[in-house]
């Protein structure tokens, strides 16, 4: 049983370019959450998700960012116009959509903007 | 709003020696409890959770009890290992959603 699959590992952009970073959640999972992570910091709560809604995207900036849960494939993070303080690791997890069942997080995705 | 505090890092430890990370938080509500652990180039894994005010939560040695009356919940391990050098995050969820939000984690280096 597959866990939460994040791609690629590693992504470097240059200043202006998109960034799209993909989540698949496990098998069974309709919701998903995105994460970012500065260095040296905790998580901070980007995006929650469910196929085809976006649920809460209070911690996201309105601009350049923008999340996608659709009803076939990965869960989407884009990032327009990359700048140098969006360098950080972006993190997905998944879980059923039963309160209480436990969030499964992917290895990430270490964007670095350069 | 929710928020959790935790001791900074780095933690520097013996091989054996007695771990304490501080984790206080704050919220509305009576949210569950979580400590985390991250390993380097790796996602979060959870390590242990309670639920409820007085639950203890125990994995792999380590452990942490829900103390309401202090809102805290301190990670301890009695010895620890080189194996667990590693970020160590709180969290608590806001019981709608399962939305987590987390400490600014602790790192801990454990030396042979």
């Known amino acids: 049983n597959a866990g939460v699959m994040q791609n690629p590992r590693h992504l470097v952009r240059r200043r202006g370019q998109e960034a799209r970073l993909r989540c698949s959640p496990m098998k069974g999972h309709s919701h998903v959450y995105w994460y970012r992570q500065l260095p040296e910091e905790g998580l901070k709560f980007m995006v929650y998700l469910q196929k085809e809604n976006i649920i809460d995207e209070s911690g996201m900036p309105k601009e350049r960012f923008s999340a996608e849960f659709p009803k076939e494939g990965p869960s989407i993070l884009r990032i327009q116009q990359v700048v140098r303080g969006d360098s950080a690791a972006y993190f997905c997890?998944?879980?059923?959509?039963?309160?209480?069942?436990?969030?499964?997080f992917g290895n990430g995705t270490r964007l670095t903007v350069t | 709003g929710n928020s959790v505090t935790q001791m900074e890092g780095p933690v520097t430890l013996s091989e054996e020696a007695f771990l304490t990370i501080n984790c206080t938080y704050t919220?509305?509500?009576?949210?569950?409890l979580f400590w985390y652990v991250q390993y380097p180039g790796e996602g979060l894994q959870l390590l242990l959770k309670?639920?409820?005010?007085?639950d203890k939560g125990s994995n792999k040695g380590f452990e942490a009890t829900y103390r309401k009356e202090t809102t805290s919940f301190h990670l301890e391990k009695g010895s620890v290992q080189v194996s667990d050098s590693a970020v160590y995050f709180c969290a608590l969820d806001n019981n709608a959603g399962n939305m987590l939000t987390f400490g600014g984690g602790t790192r801990l280096m454990v030396k042979p």
């Open positions: 997890a998944s879980f059923t959509g039963t309160r209480s069942s436990p969030l499964h």
């Open positions: 309670a639920t409820k005010a007085d």
């Open positions: 919220a509305t509500g009576y949210p569950s």
